[in-house]
Protein backbone atom coordinates (compact mmCIF):
# COMPACT_ATOMS: atom_id res chain seq x y z
CA UNK A 1 0.00 0.00 0.00
CA UNK A 2 1.35 3.47 -0.94
CA UNK A 3 1.75 5.86 1.88
CA UNK A 4 -0.96 8.13 0.52
CA UNK A 5 -3.32 5.69 0.72
CA UNK A 6 -2.80 4.53 3.81
CA UNK A 7 -3.08 8.28 5.15
CA UNK A 8 -5.87 8.45 3.04
CA UNK A 9 -6.79 4.98 4.99
CA UNK A 10 -6.03 5.66 8.36
CA UNK A 11 -7.50 9.54 8.07
CA UNK A 12 -10.30 8.22 6.90
CA UNK A 13 -11.03 5.58 9.73
CA UNK A 14 -10.73 8.01 12.03
CA UNK A 15 -13.52 10.16 11.23
CA UNK A 16 -15.87 7.13 10.05
CA UNK A 17 -14.63 6.02 14.08
CA UNK A 18 -15.21 9.88 15.56
CA UNK A 19 -18.73 10.43 13.70
CA UNK A 20 -20.17 6.93 15.21
CA UNK A 21 -19.10 8.31 18.59
CA UNK A 22 -20.17 12.11 18.24
CA UNK A 23 -23.52 11.43 16.07
CA UNK A 24 -25.87 10.30 18.77
CA UNK A 25 -24.82 13.24 20.82
CA UNK A 26 -25.19 15.95 17.87
CA UNK A 27 -28.32 13.96 17.20
CA UNK A 28 -29.64 14.45 20.78
CA UNK A 29 -29.22 18.15 20.42
CA UNK A 30 -31.70 18.19 17.15
CA UNK A 31 -33.82 16.51 18.24
CA UNK A 32 -34.00 18.27 21.43
CA UNK A 33 -35.07 21.40 19.72
CA UNK A 34 -37.76 19.73 17.27
CA UNK A 35 -41.36 20.17 17.74
CA UNK A 36 -43.69 17.85 19.57
CA UNK A 37 -44.37 14.92 17.53
CA UNK A 38 -41.85 15.86 15.27
CA UNK A 39 -39.45 12.84 16.25
CA UNK A 40 -41.96 10.13 15.32
CA UNK A 41 -42.38 11.09 12.23
CA UNK A 42 -41.31 9.11 8.60
CA UNK A 43 -38.89 9.86 7.43
CA UNK A 44 -37.34 10.62 10.78
CA UNK A 45 -36.10 14.07 10.85
CA UNK A 46 -32.36 14.77 11.35
CA UNK A 47 -33.09 18.63 11.71
CA UNK A 48 -36.09 20.54 13.56
CA UNK A 49 -38.53 22.22 11.00
CA UNK A 50 -38.96 24.84 13.33
CA UNK A 51 -36.39 24.87 16.52
CA UNK A 52 -38.45 25.54 19.34
CA UNK A 53 -37.24 25.53 23.08
CA UNK A 54 -40.56 24.01 24.09
CA UNK A 55 -39.28 20.92 25.46
CA UNK A 56 -36.67 22.56 27.82
CA UNK A 57 -39.34 24.58 28.97
CA UNK A 58 -41.65 21.73 29.59
CA UNK A 59 -38.87 19.73 31.31
CA UNK A 60 -37.98 22.54 33.50
CA UNK A 61 -41.65 24.17 33.83
CA UNK A 62 -43.66 21.24 34.46
CA UNK A 63 -41.69 18.27 34.99
CA UNK A 64 -39.35 19.67 38.11
CA UNK A 65 -36.09 19.51 36.36
CA UNK A 66 -34.52 22.36 37.66
CA UNK A 67 -34.98 20.45 41.12
CA UNK A 68 -33.36 17.34 39.53
CA UNK A 69 -30.86 20.09 38.44
CA UNK A 70 -30.39 21.03 41.42
CA UNK A 71 -30.22 18.04 43.46
CA UNK A 72 -27.33 16.68 41.12
CA UNK A 73 -25.20 19.90 41.86
CA UNK A 74 -25.51 19.62 44.92
CA UNK A 75 -24.87 16.30 46.02
CA UNK A 76 -22.32 16.15 42.69
CA UNK A 77 -20.33 19.28 44.64
CA UNK A 78 -20.51 18.14 48.04
CA UNK A 79 -19.17 14.71 47.30
CA UNK A 80 -16.24 16.18 45.29
CA UNK A 81 -14.98 18.80 48.29
CA UNK A 82 -15.43 16.77 51.15
CA UNK A 83 -14.24 13.14 49.49
CA UNK A 84 -11.75 15.23 48.42
CA UNK A 85 -10.49 16.13 51.67
CA UNK A 86 -10.89 13.05 53.21
CA UNK A 87 -8.45 11.44 50.26
CA UNK A 88 -6.06 13.76 50.41
CA UNK A 89 -5.20 13.47 54.00
CA UNK A 90 -5.34 9.83 54.27
CA UNK A 91 -3.09 9.41 51.03
CA UNK A 92 -0.57 11.78 52.18
CA UNK A 93 -0.68 9.84 55.87
CA UNK A 94 -0.66 6.38 53.66
CA UNK A 95 2.52 7.43 51.61
CA UNK A 96 4.78 9.83 54.16
CA UNK A 97 3.68 9.87 57.60
CA UNK A 98 5.25 6.64 59.67
CA UNK A 99 2.65 4.95 62.05
CA UNK A 100 2.11 1.41 63.23
CA UNK A 101 0.63 -1.27 60.78
CA UNK A 102 0.27 1.69 57.65
CA UNK A 103 1.33 -1.27 55.52
CA UNK A 104 -0.82 -4.30 56.75
CA UNK A 105 -3.60 -1.29 56.63
CA UNK A 106 -3.01 -0.27 52.97
CA UNK A 107 -2.71 -3.44 51.88
CA UNK A 108 -6.47 -4.11 53.54
CA UNK A 109 -7.61 -1.29 51.48
CA UNK A 110 -6.24 -2.38 48.26
CA UNK A 111 -7.52 -6.05 48.85
CA UNK A 112 -10.82 -4.33 49.21
CA UNK A 113 -10.95 -3.18 45.68
CA UNK A 114 -11.44 -6.40 44.36
CA UNK A 115 -15.14 -6.50 46.17
CA UNK A 116 -17.84 -4.95 43.78
CA UNK A 117 -19.94 -1.46 45.71
CA UNK A 118 -23.11 -3.96 44.88
CA UNK A 119 -22.39 -6.23 47.33
CA UNK A 120 -22.74 -3.83 49.95
CA UNK A 121 -25.69 -2.13 49.20
CA UNK A 122 -28.30 -4.13 50.33
CA UNK A 123 -27.15 -3.96 53.80
CA UNK A 124 -26.03 -0.33 53.22
CA UNK A 125 -29.66 0.34 52.41
CA UNK A 126 -30.61 -1.32 55.71
CA UNK A 127 -27.92 0.54 57.62
CA UNK A 128 -29.14 3.97 56.23
CA UNK A 129 -32.51 3.29 57.23
CA UNK A 130 -32.00 2.53 61.09
CA UNK A 131 -29.71 5.73 60.67
CA UNK A 132 -32.92 7.68 59.36
CA UNK A 133 -30.76 8.49 55.90
CA UNK A 134 -32.69 6.96 53.71
CA UNK A 135 -34.31 8.91 50.97
CA UNK A 136 -32.12 12.14 51.87
CA UNK A 137 -29.05 13.96 50.18
CA UNK A 138 -27.22 12.30 53.01
CA UNK A 139 -28.15 8.51 51.64
CA UNK A 140 -26.35 9.01 48.84
CA UNK A 141 -23.67 11.76 50.05
CA UNK A 142 -22.09 9.89 53.10
CA UNK A 143 -21.47 6.74 51.96
CA UNK A 144 -19.26 8.54 49.19
CA UNK A 145 -17.12 10.60 50.94
CA UNK A 146 -13.77 8.43 50.87
CA UNK A 147 -12.48 6.01 47.86
CA UNK A 148 -10.35 3.89 47.93
CA UNK A 149 -9.56 4.40 44.39
CA UNK A 150 -9.10 8.33 45.75
CA UNK A 151 -6.51 7.48 48.51
CA UNK A 152 -4.78 5.34 46.48
CA UNK A 153 -4.20 7.95 43.40
CA UNK A 154 -2.84 10.53 46.06
CA UNK A 155 -0.79 8.04 47.38
CA UNK A 156 0.78 7.50 44.36
CA UNK A 157 1.48 10.78 43.61
CA UNK A 158 2.64 11.81 47.02
CA UNK A 159 5.44 9.35 47.41
CA UNK A 160 7.14 11.55 45.05
CA UNK A 161 7.42 14.70 47.56
CA UNK A 162 10.73 14.53 49.01
CA UNK A 163 10.73 13.82 52.75
CA UNK A 164 13.42 16.97 53.46
CA UNK A 165 10.68 19.25 52.56
CA UNK A 166 8.56 18.17 55.37
CA UNK A 167 11.87 17.35 57.78
CA UNK A 168 12.99 20.90 57.32
CA UNK A 169 9.54 22.00 58.47
CA UNK A 170 9.39 19.98 61.24
CA UNK A 171 12.92 21.09 62.63
CA UNK A 172 11.50 24.61 62.29
CA UNK A 173 8.92 23.47 64.52
CA UNK A 174 6.06 23.50 62.45
CA UNK A 175 3.13 21.04 62.94
CA UNK A 176 1.67 18.44 61.00
CA UNK A 177 -1.29 19.99 60.12
CA UNK A 178 0.50 23.61 59.22
CA UNK A 179 3.08 21.19 56.76
CA UNK A 180 0.21 19.43 55.36
CA UNK A 181 -1.64 22.68 54.70
CA UNK A 182 1.15 24.79 53.68
CA UNK A 183 4.01 22.69 52.23
CA UNK A 184 2.17 19.48 51.08
CA UNK A 185 -1.01 20.72 49.62
CA UNK A 186 0.26 23.10 47.08
CA UNK A 187 2.84 20.29 46.09
CA UNK A 188 -0.77 18.26 45.04
CA UNK A 189 -2.48 20.87 43.38
CA UNK A 190 -2.30 18.72 40.06
CA UNK A 191 -3.31 15.43 41.46
CA UNK A 192 -6.31 17.36 43.39
CA UNK A 193 -7.63 18.50 40.10
CA UNK A 194 -7.54 15.27 38.52
CA UNK A 195 -8.90 13.92 41.42
CA UNK A 196 -11.80 16.52 41.83
CA UNK A 197 -13.26 15.59 38.48
CA UNK A 198 -12.91 12.30 38.88
CA UNK A 199 -15.27 12.39 41.38
CA UNK A 200 -17.89 14.61 40.28
CA UNK A 201 -18.36 13.04 37.36
CA UNK A 202 -18.58 9.40 38.98
CA UNK A 203 -21.35 11.41 41.72
CA UNK A 204 -22.85 12.66 38.39
CA UNK A 205 -23.52 9.72 36.73
CA UNK A 206 -23.70 7.25 39.43
CA UNK A 207 -26.90 5.41 38.81
CA UNK A 208 -27.81 2.22 40.51
CA UNK A 209 -27.28 3.52 44.12
CA UNK A 210 -29.05 6.93 44.14
CA UNK A 211 -31.75 4.76 42.45
CA UNK A 212 -31.95 2.70 45.65
CA UNK A 213 -31.25 5.58 48.17
CA UNK A 214 -33.43 7.81 46.91
CA UNK A 215 -36.93 7.01 47.16
CA UNK A 216 -39.27 10.00 46.88
CA UNK A 217 -39.11 12.40 43.49
CA UNK A 218 -37.91 15.45 45.47
CA UNK A 219 -34.51 14.15 46.18
CA UNK A 220 -33.78 12.54 42.64
CA UNK A 221 -30.61 12.94 40.51
CA UNK A 222 -30.70 13.91 37.01
CA UNK A 223 -30.03 10.07 35.91
CA UNK A 224 -32.63 8.76 38.09
CA UNK A 225 -35.29 11.60 37.35
CA UNK A 226 -34.39 10.75 33.64
CA UNK A 227 -34.84 7.37 34.09
CA UNK A 228 -37.99 7.51 35.54
CA UNK A 229 -39.13 9.73 33.02
CA UNK A 230 -38.13 7.94 30.40
CA UNK A 231 -40.67 5.14 31.54
CA UNK A 232 -43.77 7.54 31.72
CA UNK A 233 -42.95 9.06 28.33
CA UNK A 234 -41.75 6.58 26.44
CA UNK A 235 -43.33 8.43 22.87
CA UNK A 236 -42.32 11.79 23.84
CA UNK A 237 -39.01 11.36 22.44
CA UNK A 238 -38.02 15.11 21.44
CA UNK A 239 -38.95 15.82 25.85
CA UNK A 240 -36.22 12.83 26.64
CA UNK A 241 -33.95 14.26 23.98
CA UNK A 242 -33.60 17.57 26.10
CA UNK A 243 -33.66 15.85 29.19
CA UNK A 244 -30.42 14.01 27.97
CA UNK A 245 -29.31 17.67 26.70
CA UNK A 246 -29.72 18.74 30.46
CA UNK A 247 -27.99 15.68 32.11
CA UNK A 248 -25.05 15.37 30.26
CA UNK A 249 -24.22 19.20 28.95
CA UNK A 250 -22.50 19.83 32.21
CA UNK A 251 -20.64 16.91 32.58
CA UNK A 252 -19.05 17.07 28.38
CA UNK A 253 -18.26 20.92 29.18
CA UNK A 254 -16.30 20.05 32.07
CA UNK A 255 -14.28 17.36 30.99
CA UNK A 256 -13.55 19.04 27.78
CA UNK A 257 -12.42 22.06 29.87
CA UNK A 258 -10.13 19.74 32.15
CA UNK A 259 -9.41 17.26 29.74
CA UNK A 260 -5.58 16.66 30.35
CA UNK A 261 -6.33 16.10 33.91
CA UNK A 262 -8.84 13.86 33.66
CA UNK A 263 -7.08 11.51 31.23
CA UNK A 264 -3.91 11.68 33.15
CA UNK A 265 -5.61 10.34 36.24
CA UNK A 266 -7.57 7.59 34.04
CA UNK A 267 -3.79 6.55 33.44
CA UNK A 268 -2.22 6.74 37.05
CA UNK A 269 -5.78 4.46 38.73
CA UNK A 270 -4.80 1.87 36.15
CA UNK A 271 -1.30 1.44 36.28
CA UNK A 272 -1.94 -1.01 39.59
CA UNK A 273 0.41 -1.84 42.34
CA UNK B 1 5.24 10.45 68.63
CA UNK B 2 3.44 13.71 67.57
CA UNK B 3 3.94 12.83 63.63
CA UNK B 4 2.29 8.85 64.76
CA UNK B 5 -1.04 11.07 66.14
CA UNK B 6 -1.13 13.36 62.99
CA UNK B 7 -0.71 10.63 60.96
CA UNK B 8 -4.10 8.33 62.82
CA UNK B 9 -5.74 11.87 62.45
CA UNK B 10 -5.07 12.25 59.00
CA UNK B 11 -6.53 8.68 58.14
CA UNK B 12 -9.07 8.41 60.33
CA UNK B 13 -12.19 10.47 58.51
CA UNK B 14 -11.57 8.06 55.34
CA UNK B 15 -11.44 4.60 57.46
CA UNK B 16 -14.62 5.82 59.29
CA UNK B 17 -16.49 5.98 56.12
CA UNK B 18 -15.03 3.02 54.65
CA UNK B 19 -15.18 1.07 57.31
CA UNK B 20 -18.82 2.08 58.59
CA UNK B 21 -20.56 2.25 54.89
CA UNK B 22 -18.38 -0.41 52.96
CA UNK B 23 -16.47 -2.91 54.82
CA UNK B 24 -18.81 -3.36 57.45
CA UNK B 25 -21.72 -3.79 54.89
CA UNK B 26 -19.73 -6.37 53.04
CA UNK B 27 -19.54 -8.42 55.67
CA UNK B 28 -23.49 -8.05 56.81
CA UNK B 29 -24.74 -9.05 53.25
CA UNK B 30 -23.11 -12.52 54.20
CA UNK B 31 -24.96 -12.46 57.25
CA UNK B 32 -27.76 -11.33 55.40
CA UNK B 33 -27.77 -13.78 52.51
CA UNK B 34 -28.15 -16.86 55.61
CA UNK B 35 -31.04 -15.20 56.44
CA UNK B 36 -34.50 -14.87 55.64
CA UNK B 37 -34.61 -11.14 55.66
CA UNK B 38 -38.32 -9.84 53.68
CA UNK B 39 -40.82 -7.02 54.08
CA UNK B 40 -41.93 -8.55 57.56
CA UNK B 41 -38.33 -8.79 59.07
CA UNK B 42 -38.07 -5.11 57.40
CA UNK B 43 -41.13 -4.33 59.50
CA UNK B 44 -40.28 -5.94 62.59
CA UNK B 45 -36.50 -7.47 63.03
CA UNK B 46 -37.89 -10.20 65.38
CA UNK B 47 -39.18 -11.87 62.34
CA UNK B 48 -35.87 -12.80 61.02
CA UNK B 49 -34.76 -15.92 60.27
CA UNK B 50 -31.35 -18.19 60.40
CA UNK B 51 -32.02 -20.14 57.12
CA UNK B 52 -28.38 -21.18 56.44
CA UNK B 53 -27.83 -22.08 52.69
CA UNK B 54 -31.68 -22.25 51.97
CA UNK B 55 -30.82 -19.08 49.73
CA UNK B 56 -28.37 -20.25 47.63
CA UNK B 57 -30.19 -23.42 47.00
CA UNK B 58 -33.29 -21.97 45.83
CA UNK B 59 -31.44 -19.92 43.97
CA UNK B 60 -29.54 -22.30 42.45
CA UNK B 61 -33.09 -24.34 41.39
CA UNK B 62 -34.42 -21.19 39.78
CA UNK B 63 -34.39 -20.98 36.19
CA UNK B 64 -34.71 -17.36 36.41
CA UNK B 65 -31.34 -17.19 38.04
CA UNK B 66 -29.46 -19.52 35.68
CA UNK B 67 -30.81 -16.87 32.59
CA UNK B 68 -29.61 -13.95 34.65
CA UNK B 69 -26.28 -15.31 34.96
CA UNK B 70 -26.05 -16.46 31.63
CA UNK B 71 -27.54 -13.23 30.23
CA UNK B 72 -24.59 -11.73 31.88
CA UNK B 73 -21.77 -13.92 30.69
CA UNK B 74 -23.20 -13.70 26.92
CA UNK B 75 -22.84 -9.69 27.21
CA UNK B 76 -19.19 -10.26 28.82
CA UNK B 77 -18.26 -13.11 26.52
CA UNK B 78 -19.11 -11.49 23.53
CA UNK B 79 -18.69 -7.52 24.65
CA UNK B 80 -15.42 -7.68 26.49
CA UNK B 81 -13.81 -8.81 23.38
CA UNK B 82 -15.64 -6.12 21.30
CA UNK B 83 -14.95 -3.97 23.69
CA UNK B 84 -10.89 -4.73 23.37
CA UNK B 85 -10.66 -4.96 19.64
CA UNK B 86 -12.67 -1.63 19.40
CA UNK B 87 -10.27 0.12 21.76
CA UNK B 88 -6.87 -1.55 20.56
CA UNK B 89 -8.28 -0.59 17.22
CA UNK B 90 -8.99 3.13 17.72
CA UNK B 91 -5.65 3.09 19.82
CA UNK B 92 -3.74 2.46 16.62
CA UNK B 93 -5.54 4.61 14.69
CA UNK B 94 -4.41 7.47 16.70
CA UNK B 95 -1.15 6.47 17.20
CA UNK B 96 0.05 6.19 13.45
CA UNK B 97 2.37 8.83 12.45
CA UNK B 98 -0.10 9.22 9.48
CA UNK B 99 -2.98 10.20 11.61
CA UNK B 100 -3.54 14.46 11.82
CA UNK B 101 -5.50 16.40 13.98
CA UNK B 102 -4.86 13.74 16.66
CA UNK B 103 -6.10 15.89 20.00
CA UNK B 104 -9.37 16.48 17.87
CA UNK B 105 -10.07 12.88 17.23
CA UNK B 106 -8.93 11.36 20.69
CA UNK B 107 -11.39 13.95 22.33
CA UNK B 108 -14.07 12.65 20.22
CA UNK B 109 -13.43 9.20 20.34
CA UNK B 110 -13.50 9.31 23.97
CA UNK B 111 -16.53 11.34 24.47
CA UNK B 112 -19.10 8.55 24.87
CA UNK B 113 -17.22 7.95 28.24
CA UNK B 114 -17.81 10.85 30.42
CA UNK B 115 -21.88 10.52 29.14
CA UNK B 116 -24.16 9.80 31.73
CA UNK B 117 -25.25 6.21 30.91
CA UNK B 118 -29.36 6.90 31.58
CA UNK B 119 -29.08 10.09 29.04
CA UNK B 120 -26.78 8.08 25.90
CA UNK B 121 -29.64 5.00 26.73
CA UNK B 122 -32.50 6.79 25.82
CA UNK B 123 -30.40 8.20 22.85
CA UNK B 124 -29.77 5.08 21.13
CA UNK B 125 -33.20 4.06 22.53
CA UNK B 126 -34.58 6.52 20.23
CA UNK B 127 -31.99 5.54 17.43
CA UNK B 128 -33.00 1.53 18.01
CA UNK B 129 -36.75 2.40 17.94
CA UNK B 130 -38.22 -0.13 15.22
CA UNK B 131 -40.33 2.03 13.94
CA UNK B 132 -39.31 5.75 13.85
CA UNK B 133 -35.29 4.67 14.59
CA UNK B 134 -32.65 6.08 12.38
CA UNK B 135 -31.33 2.73 12.24
CA UNK B 136 -33.81 1.29 11.14
CA UNK B 137 -34.16 3.92 8.41
CA UNK B 138 -30.77 3.73 7.29
CA UNK B 139 -31.07 -0.02 7.05
CA UNK B 140 -34.43 -0.18 4.84
CA UNK B 141 -32.86 2.73 2.73
CA UNK B 142 -29.81 0.45 1.62
CA UNK B 143 -32.25 -2.47 1.10
CA UNK B 144 -31.18 -4.46 3.93
CA UNK B 145 -33.95 -6.23 6.44
CA UNK B 146 -34.96 -4.01 9.30
CA UNK B 147 -34.59 -5.13 12.78
CA UNK B 148 -36.93 -4.90 16.27
CA UNK B 149 -33.58 -4.10 17.96
CA UNK B 150 -35.02 -3.79 21.30
CA UNK B 151 -37.96 -6.00 21.06
CA UNK B 152 -36.90 -9.50 19.89
CA UNK B 153 -35.68 -11.89 23.03
CA UNK B 154 -32.92 -12.55 20.46
CA UNK B 155 -31.57 -8.73 19.40
CA UNK B 156 -32.08 -7.20 22.65
CA UNK B 157 -28.84 -8.38 24.30
CA UNK B 158 -26.44 -8.01 20.91
CA UNK B 159 -28.17 -4.10 20.66
CA UNK B 160 -27.88 -3.46 24.17
CA UNK B 161 -23.93 -5.04 23.44
CA UNK B 162 -23.49 -2.40 21.00
CA UNK B 163 -24.07 0.27 22.57
CA UNK B 164 -22.17 -0.76 25.66
CA UNK B 165 -19.14 -0.95 23.04
CA UNK B 166 -20.00 2.46 22.03
CA UNK B 167 -20.12 4.00 25.22
CA UNK B 168 -17.05 2.42 26.97
CA UNK B 169 -14.38 1.75 24.22
CA UNK B 170 -12.95 5.08 24.61
CA UNK B 171 -11.72 4.24 28.09
CA UNK B 172 -9.69 1.69 27.28
CA UNK B 173 -8.55 3.21 24.32
CA UNK B 174 -6.46 5.90 26.10
CA UNK B 175 -4.93 3.01 28.27
CA UNK B 176 -3.91 1.09 24.88
CA UNK B 177 -2.63 4.48 23.55
CA UNK B 178 -0.20 4.62 26.41
CA UNK B 179 0.71 1.10 26.03
CA UNK B 180 1.64 1.55 21.93
CA UNK B 181 3.55 4.82 23.07
CA UNK B 182 5.41 3.00 25.47
CA UNK B 183 6.95 0.37 22.37
CA UNK B 184 10.26 1.52 21.34
CA UNK B 185 10.20 2.71 17.91
CA UNK B 186 13.80 0.74 16.96
CA UNK B 187 12.17 -2.35 17.07
CA UNK B 188 9.59 -1.70 14.50
CA UNK B 189 12.37 -0.07 12.34
CA UNK B 190 14.45 -3.23 12.87
CA UNK B 191 11.09 -5.53 11.40
CA UNK B 192 10.66 -2.92 8.90
CA UNK B 193 14.34 -3.22 7.46
CA UNK B 194 14.12 -6.93 7.64
CA UNK B 195 11.09 -6.72 5.45
CA UNK B 196 8.25 -7.97 8.01
CA UNK B 197 4.66 -6.83 6.91
CA UNK B 198 2.38 -4.62 8.47
CA UNK B 199 0.50 -7.86 9.73
CA UNK B 200 3.59 -9.34 10.79
CA UNK B 201 4.54 -6.48 12.81
CA UNK B 202 1.49 -6.12 14.51
CA UNK B 203 1.92 -9.81 15.21
CA UNK B 204 5.39 -10.19 16.51
CA UNK B 205 5.83 -6.47 17.95
CA UNK B 206 2.69 -5.14 18.97
CA UNK B 207 0.81 -7.43 20.62
CA UNK B 208 3.43 -8.93 22.59
CA UNK B 209 5.08 -5.76 23.95
CA UNK B 210 1.35 -5.05 24.86
CA UNK B 211 0.87 -8.05 27.27
CA UNK B 212 1.34 -6.70 30.27
CA UNK B 213 -1.24 -3.57 29.46
CA UNK B 214 -3.37 -6.23 27.68
CA UNK B 215 -3.95 -8.26 30.69
CA UNK B 216 -4.57 -5.44 33.40
CA UNK B 217 -7.26 -3.75 30.65
CA UNK B 218 -9.15 -7.15 30.00
CA UNK B 219 -9.21 -7.96 33.93
CA UNK B 220 -10.52 -4.64 34.58
CA UNK B 221 -13.25 -4.50 31.76
CA UNK B 222 -14.55 -8.11 32.82
CA UNK B 223 -15.10 -7.26 36.14
CA UNK B 224 -16.72 -4.20 34.89
CA UNK B 225 -19.03 -5.64 32.03
CA UNK B 226 -20.26 -8.46 34.91
CA UNK B 227 -21.70 -5.01 36.68
CA UNK B 228 -24.57 -4.78 34.03
CA UNK B 229 -27.60 -2.80 35.27
CA UNK B 230 -28.15 0.56 34.35
CA UNK B 231 -28.18 -0.36 30.71
CA UNK B 232 -31.37 -3.16 30.64
CA UNK B 233 -32.91 -0.89 33.27
CA UNK B 234 -32.97 1.68 30.99
CA UNK B 235 -33.59 0.28 27.50
CA UNK B 236 -35.25 -2.41 28.26
CA UNK B 237 -36.40 -2.72 31.90
CA UNK B 238 -34.77 -6.59 31.44
CA UNK B 239 -36.71 -8.10 28.11
CA UNK B 240 -38.48 -8.39 26.24
CA UNK B 241 -39.45 -12.41 27.93
CA UNK B 242 -36.41 -11.09 30.69
CA UNK B 243 -34.16 -11.48 27.97
CA UNK B 244 -32.01 -8.93 28.61
CA UNK B 245 -32.43 -9.62 33.08
CA UNK B 246 -29.02 -9.44 34.25
CA UNK B 247 -27.53 -10.95 37.62
CA UNK B 248 -27.58 -7.42 39.08
CA UNK B 249 -30.72 -6.69 37.52
CA UNK B 250 -31.95 -9.56 39.51
CA UNK B 251 -30.56 -8.82 42.54
CA UNK B 252 -31.79 -5.10 42.51
CA UNK B 253 -35.76 -6.34 41.64
CA UNK B 254 -35.10 -9.54 44.16
CA UNK B 255 -33.85 -6.54 47.25
CA UNK B 256 -35.79 -3.24 46.18
CA UNK B 257 -38.48 -4.41 44.25
CA UNK B 258 -40.07 -7.54 46.44
CA UNK B 259 -37.44 -6.48 49.61
CA UNK B 260 -36.37 -10.12 49.59
CA UNK B 261 -32.86 -8.80 51.24
CA UNK B 262 -31.69 -12.03 52.11
CA UNK B 263 -32.04 -13.94 49.14
CA UNK B 264 -31.15 -10.70 47.07
CA UNK B 265 -27.66 -10.79 49.20
CA UNK B 266 -27.19 -14.23 48.24
CA UNK B 267 -27.43 -13.06 44.42
CA UNK B 268 -24.88 -10.57 44.98
CA UNK B 269 -22.28 -13.06 47.08
CA UNK B 270 -22.80 -15.13 43.76
CA UNK B 271 -22.11 -12.43 41.51
CA UNK B 272 -18.83 -11.70 43.43
CA UNK B 273 -17.52 -15.21 43.95
CA UNK B 274 -18.05 -15.59 40.03
CA UNK B 275 -15.83 -12.37 39.53
CA UNK B 276 -13.31 -13.27 41.51
CA UNK B 277 -12.69 -16.32 40.18
CA UNK B 278 -12.84 -15.85 36.54
CA UNK B 279 -10.87 -12.51 37.28
CA UNK B 280 -8.25 -14.98 39.31
CA UNK B 281 -7.97 -17.98 36.74
CA UNK B 282 -7.13 -14.91 33.66
CA UNK B 283 -4.59 -13.55 36.11
CA UNK B 284 -3.12 -17.34 36.65
CA UNK B 285 -3.41 -17.93 32.66
CA UNK B 286 -1.43 -14.70 31.71
CA UNK B 287 1.19 -15.70 34.23
CA UNK B 288 1.37 -19.17 33.11
CA UNK B 289 1.88 -17.88 29.49
CA UNK B 290 5.12 -15.69 30.63
CA UNK B 291 6.49 -18.67 31.94
CA UNK B 292 6.20 -21.00 28.84
Redesign the interface.
Known sequence: MSPRMAKALINGLLIGGAAIAIAPLLYMVSVSFMPQGQASSLPPPVLPTHATLDNYRQLFLNAGMGRYLFNSLLISTAITVISLAFNLMAGYAFAKLEFKGRQRLFQVLLGALVIPAQVAMLPLFLLLKYMGLVNTYGAVIVPALATIFGIFLVRQYASGIPDDLMEAARIDGAGEFRIFATIVMPLLKPIMVTLAIFTFLAAWNDFMWPLIALTGQEHYTLPIALASLSREHVQDSELMMAGSVVTILPVLVLFLALQRYYLEGLLLGSVKG | M???R???L??T???I??G???????V??LF?SVTDYDLYALADIRNLRFVALQNYWSLLQRPLFWSALGHTVYFVVVGVPLSLIASLG?AM??N?P????KP??R??????V???????A??????F?T????IN?VLDSIGMPTVDWLGDPHWAMPTIILFAV?KNF??NM??FM?GLQAIPGDLYEAARIDGASAIAQFRHITLPMLKPTMV??SI?TV?GY??L??EP??MT?GGPLQSTTSV?YL??EE??KWWN?GS??AV??I??VI??AV?AAMLRLSKRGEAA
Open positions: NTTAAWFVPALILLFFLLPVAALALLSLARFFFTALFAPVTTVVAVVIWRYLNKYGLYWGYIIAMVLSFQFAYVELMYGFLASAFLFMFT
